[in-house]
């Protein structure tokens, strides 16, 4: 934890996009912005959205539309670190969503967007998927 990409560095995923490959990303990365777990405090200075970390998403329709604000956001910041695609994203670990009520590992999210992202390929451009699953990190 609290190693991060840098911002103007090579990677790999971006070494194979430049080498012509489609590059995709699903589940747990918390190897950019890491500092925006820890806390809520930075989240709106960073175009994040809060909620009360007691709410329930699916009782709450802004809760449900804050989180996945937020997980837009995380995507298109992985985004910018060489993928083309990006999706299921969990900045951390579950807990670090900072709502009770979400803590859960889903397993089938991820998988589902990994799935989708190889439906998508349709054999003529070599491709790159990274998963990350979170479920190897605690109770679901």
Do not use: C
């Amino acid at each position: 934890n609290h190693v991060s990409l840098e911002e103007d560095g090579t990677n790999l995923p971006s070494i194979l996009q430049a080498g012509g490959y489609r590059t995709g990303f699903v589940g747990k990365w918390h190897v950019i912005d890491h500092h925006l777990l820890d806390n809520t405090r930075q989240w709106k200075r960073h175009g994040l959205k809060t909620y009360p970390q007691g709410a329930n998403p699916r009782e709450n329709p802004e809760v449900s539309a804050a989180m996945k604000h937020n997980h837009d956001r995380w995507a298109e910041r992985i985004r910018g670190f060489g993928f083309d695609y990006a999706d299921a994203v969990y900045a951390g670990n579950p807990r670090e969503l900072f709502n009770e009520a979400s803590y859960a590992h889903n397993l089938e999210w991820t998988v589902d967007r990994a799935l989708a992202f190889l439906r998508e390929q349709d054999g003529r451009q070599p491709f790159f998927l990274m998963v990350s699953a979170t479920y190897p990190h605690g109770p679901g």
